[in-house]
Nanobody, 119 residues
C-alpha cells in the first residue's frame, strides 16, 4: 500500500511564502510523476505543478514565476515552494503521485492540506 502524507499548509498574508511537502511511503514501487493540484471552494480540482522522472516540469499559468516544484528522490518526497502568495491561491492543495507497481500504473492522492492567504 502506498500512502502520500502532506504537510506545510497554513495561514499566510498576501505576498508571503509557504513550502508544502509530500512524502510517499510504502515499498515495491517506483514513482514516475509527482505533483500538486488545488481545489478552491465550489471549484474543480486544478493542476498546479507536476515533475516527472526526467526532471520536466509543468506549471499552471497562474503560478508560473511564483511557485517552484522540486523532488528528493532519495526520500520519495515532492515539495512546492510558494512565493508571492495571493488571496486567489487559497485552496486545499493535494499531492499526486503516478506510481508503477508490477506491471501496472496507479494514481495516488494525498489527504490535502489547506492553504489560506489572507490579511
Amino acid at each position: 500500500q502506498v500512502q502520500l502524507v502532506e504537510s506545510g499548509g497554513g495561514l499566510v498574508q498576501p505576498g508571503g511564502s509557504l513550502r508544502l511537502s509530500c512524502a510517499a511511503s510504502g515499498s515495491g514501487f517506483s514513482i514516475n510523476v509527482m505533483g500538486w493540484y488545488q481545489q478552491a471552494p465550489g471549484k474543480q480540482r486544478e493542476l498546479v505543478a507536476t515533475l516527472n522522472n526526467g526532471g520536466s516540469t509543468n506549471y499552471a499559468d497562474s503560478v508560473k514565476g511564483r511557485f517552484t516544484i522540486s523532488r528528493d528522490n532519495t526520500k520519495n518526497t515532492v515539495y512546492l515552494q510558494m512565493n508571492s502568495l495571493k488571496p486567489e491561491d487559497t485552496a486545499v492543495y493535494y499531492c499526486l503521485a503516478k506510481i508503477t507497481k508490477g506491471a501496472y500504473d496507479y494514481l495516488y492522492w494525498g489527504q490535502g492540506t489547506q492553504v489560506t492567504v489572507s490579511s
